[in-house]
């Protein structure tokens, strides 16, 4: 038996993706993204104006524990670097009163020490650098439907 290549694989399961991701509400898969940076958040949401995520967006852990309150989130994205708190302390506080939310840091202070700590304390986090390619990381997140669907 042959092996399909990796690039036929991965055309395979986001296509399946695709097909699943318009039978579900527009509004079932909900993204948080916190960032202190306005021009990160604009460019954030820009990015999925058009797709199958309801996107909201915050500049403090408060202004993000405003929209936890009346949404349900699903994935929570936040920048590590921040003035105030920093990513890890973002998630540790939202994944406490929530811990059903897939958790993402996105961020161009990712050194190996800052990964370690990271993946030691969130079981399951993904880490994302910045600069990001928007469609990579749509496909990510696809990902992540796929998994909370199925």
Do not use: W
């Amino acid at each position: 038996m042959k092996n399909k290549p990796i690039r036929q694989i991965t055309q395979s399961l986001r296509s399946e993706i695709d097909n699943v991701l318009p039978k579900i509400a527009n509004d079932q898969i909900t993204i948080l993204y916190i960032d202190d940076e306005r021009p990160n958040l604009r460019a954030f949401k820009d990015i999925f104006r058009k797709s199958y995520f309801k996107v909201h967006t915050a500049q403090t852990l408060e202004e993000g524990f405003k929209i936890l309150a009346t949404e349900k989130v699903h994935i929570i994205i936040t920048d590590y670097e921040m003035p105030i708190h920093k990513g890890d302390h973002v998630l540790k506080m939202v994944l406490t009163m929530y811990p059903n939310i897939i958790p993402v840091v996105l961020s161009a202070y990712l050194t190996r020490e800052v990964k370690e700590k990271l993946k030691r304390h969130f079981k399951g986090i993904t880490l994302i650098e910045k600069p990001f390619i928007g469609s990579e990381l749509e496909a990510i997140l696809k990902g992540f439907c796929y998994n909370l669907i199925y």
